[in-house]
């Protein structure tokens, strides 16, 4: 069995785990907060299935928050257990999500992180390829977008395997500069079209003047 088919049969089985909980509400077992836990159970397998699946659902940063909670309310679950007396329902309920969502937290949060290809749009992937083969040739590139009184300039560097980006920002109400480093170009297209409105055909154009 390969490492990538394990993924899938873990996901399958965290898959199977909310429409566990589910028959055992109906049932009628369960406690007061069970919905809640099968709410973010399932929220959290799907963030799971796009981990394996390298595709991302939703938005990225949903995912690390998310793992957060689960971490306050497992750590608050097993408090419960050690200071407070449950009845024996309540007690599965409460080490069985604590212990499944181990995993599930640690997932989350790196599934969470921005800085990934899985984020991408077609367009940005496309536009990294090129930016990649533009940096291969001439490093740093810069570039500068002017709209009305806004002017944006744009540095970018890489080195070995990763990608620094300066952002210069003058308008009417003074200059703000800011740097940031990146693993993956995807995200630094990402990073330079949302807040320097700096595309890769800004530095073509660059380039060739």
């Known amino acids: 069995m390969n490492l990538q088919r394990a993924y899938y049969l873990l996901a399958a089985f965290y898959s199977l785990l909310p ?3 589910l028959v055992a509400i109906l049932s009628g077992g369960g406690t007061p907060f069970a919905v ?3 709410l973010l159970g399932a929220l959290a397998v799907m963030g799971l299935w796009g981990f394996i699946l390298k595709r991302g659902f939703m ?3 949903m995912w690390q928050p998310l793992a957060v909670v689960l971490a306050i309310m497992a750590v608050g679950q097993l408090w ?3 200071t407070m007396p449950v009845s024996n329902v309540a007690l599965t309920w409460m080490l069985t999500s604590s212990i ?3 995993m599930l937290i640690i997932v989350l949060f790196h599934y969470g992180k921005r800085d990934q290809p899985l984020w991408a749009t077609p367009v940005e992937a496309d536009a990294a390829k090129q930016l990649t ?3 291969d040739s001439t490093s740093p590139l810069s570039a500068v977008h002017c709209e009305g009184e806004q002017e944006n300039s744009v540095n970018v560097t890489k ?3 990763h990608y620094h980006a300066k952002v210069t920002r003058r308008g009417k109400n003074g200059q703000e500069t800011f740097e940031r480093h990146f693993q993956h170009p995807e995200t630094l297209v990402f990073f330079l079209e949302k807040f320097a409105s700096v595309s890769v055909k800004d530095f073509r154009q ?3 003047s």
Request: positive net charge.
């Open 159 to 161: 080195v070995g395997n």
């Open 19 to 21: 429409l566990i909980g």
């Open 100 to 102: 499944f969502s181990v």
């Open 133 to 135: 083969q533009l940096l």
């Open 59 to 61: 938005n990225p940063r």
């Open 80 to 82: 419960v257990i050690f």
């Open 206 to 208: 660059a380039s060739l």
């Open 36 to 38: 809640a836990h099968l």
